[in-house]
T-cell receptor, first 116, second 117 residues
Framework: AQKVTQAQTEISVVEKEDVTLDCVYE???????LFWYKQPPSGELVFLIR??????QNEISGRYSWNFQKSTSSFNFTITASQVVDSAVYFC?????????????FGTGTRLTIIP | GAGVSQTPSNKVTEKGKYVELRCDPI?????LYWYRQSLGQGPEFLIY????????DSGLPNDRFFAVRPEGSVSTLKIQRTERGDSAVYLC???????????????FGPGTRLTVL
């Protein structure tokens, strides 16, 4: 069975600080996909990144970066120079993607508050 | 272009009643998913459609829940004899499908907030 754990329930940082959101996953599959989604106060889930299990390269997109380590089953997300607009709930998710079925297993989310 | 839409945005019903929640996916998307998000939790998978058929309904909590997608586009999630524990936000997502890597991101709708009194 798959499982995603986001141990940080809530984080608050002052604007312009860097912040890292942790994600640890469990799966028996060798092929899987990891995701991060953002859920702002409006409620709609916004896709941020997808990473497949064979690609352990870290990725950077503007102020966002992701660190994937298979050895520790972690897929952490860092926001550099945080801004108030980054305030949201962030979800890490896992998909085993069997025969086109890409159903997602989500963690419980981390509520991030950026204090101006 | 238009994203995934869901109607109604809010639904209040009484315990024991029947409700239908509608999802309009992005045009051309063959894969459609329903999830349920309870307060303070992440979304939980309910059912997956590829075209008209329910390819995976392993997430439906019991036989009071049923979903259809008769023409491979719009989907309706149906809940019979609603219970207070069914109160949650029901999310729909669609993706282009295709079944081959690289797999596609799921585009989520705004959700329907269901409240059972």
């Amino acid at each position: 069975a798959q499982k995603v754990t986001q141990a940080q329930t809530e984080i608050s940082v002052v604007e312009k600080e860097d912040v890292t959101l942790d994600c640890v996953y469990e799966t028996r599959d060798t092929t899987y996909y990891l995701f991060w989604y953002k859920q702002p106060p409006s409620g709609e889930l916004v896709f941020l990144i997808r990473r497949n299990s064979f690609d352990e390269q870290n990725e950077i997109s503007g102020r966002y970066s992701w660190n994937f380590q298979k050895s520790t089953s972690s897929f952490n997300f860092t926001i550099t120079a945080s801004q108030v607009v980054d305030s949201a709930v962030y979800f890490c998710a896992l998909s085993e993607a069997n025969f086109g079925n890409e159903k997602l297993t989500f963690g419980t989310g981390t509520r991030l508050t950026i204090i101006p | 272009g238009a994203g995934v839409s869901q109607t109604p945005s809010n639904k209040v019903t009484e315990k024991g009643k029947y409700v239908e929640l509608r999802c309009d996916p992005i045009s051309g998307h063959t894969a459609l998913y329903w999830y349920r998000q309870s307060l303070g939790q992440g979304p939980e998978f309910l059912i997956y459609f590829q075209g008209t058929g329910a390819a995976d309904d392993s997430g439906l909590p019991n036989d009071r829940f049923f979903a259809v997608r008769p023409e491979g586009s719009v989907s309706t999630l149906k809940i019979q004899r609603t219970e207070r524990g069914d109160s949650a936000v029901y999310l729909c997502a669609s993706s282009p499908g295709g079944g081959r890597p690289p797999y596609n991101e799921q585009f989520f709708g705004p959700g329907t907030r269901l409240t059972v009194l």
